[in-house]
């Protein structure tokens, strides 16, 4: 398939479809979801590698250069596992295994490419809402160090590299207002941004 057709065939669905399945990323990384392109026509297969070689070009579409993987390629979840970045932390002993497992369900069945900047910076943001849900697991324990460790994380997520690449505007600012939000002990900002913007199984556990 060359870069010509992938154009025509996937822009015309952007932020349609299966995009709104997955509401965390639609709040928390505006980028990603903007990068999402959906076809309404062809079927890859189970068989089909997720790995397209074809990248984004500058300029042309979009600014991502990228490879665009599809989404419903057999190896497509073992890919995203792949792609999980060293550089971001976690809380100890956090396993991005359920934010993988609601995401992959989260898209559905309908063919989609996605590039892998976006899902490198997913899991930045999952990594962020790890934190926001460890501090208020530190807060409900009222161990002082823990959620010391959480806020100091927070104040680090704006300048994430992933977190600037994939902010399609007003993200690293929202992430700065939870980070002050944790250091004045407020609750209900960080409570209410988990909710909105943060995988299932985490807002199950924050409440």
Request: with cysteine; proline share 7%; hydrophobic share 40%.
């Amino acid at each position: 398939m060359t870069r010509r057709n992938m154009d025509a065939r996937f822009t015309d669905r952007i932020r349609h479809g299966a995009a709104w399945r997955w509401p965390w990323i639609a709040a928390t990384t505006a980028g990603v979801l903007a990068a999402l392109l959906i076809t309404p026509t062809t079927a890859f297969g189970d068989a089909t590698p997720a790995h397209t070689g074809e990248y984004g070009r500058p300029g042309y579409t979009e600014n991502d250069t990228s490879e665009y993987l599809r989404t419903d390629g057999g190896d497509f979840r073992e890919v995203v596992q792949e792609l999980r970045p060293t550089e971001v932390p976690v809380p100890p002993g956090y396993s991005f295994a359920p934010d993988i497992d609601e995401f992959v369900s989260g898209l559905g069945s309908e063919p989609a490419v996605i590039p892998v900047t976006a899902v490198r910076g997913t899991y930045a943001a999952w990594a962020a809402c790890a934190w926001k849900a460890d501090w208020l697991a530190a807060q409900a324990a009222e161990d002082g160090p823990r959620s010391a460790t959480a806020v100091a994380i927070l104040r680090e997520v704006p300048s994430w590299p992933l977190i600037i690449q994939t902010d399609g505007g007003g993200i690293r600012q929202q992430h700065r207002k939870v980070a002050e939000a944790a250091e004045r002990a407020d609750l209900s900002v960080v409570r209410d941004d988990v909710r909105d913007n943060c995988p299932r199984h985490l807002i199950s556990k924050s409440r």
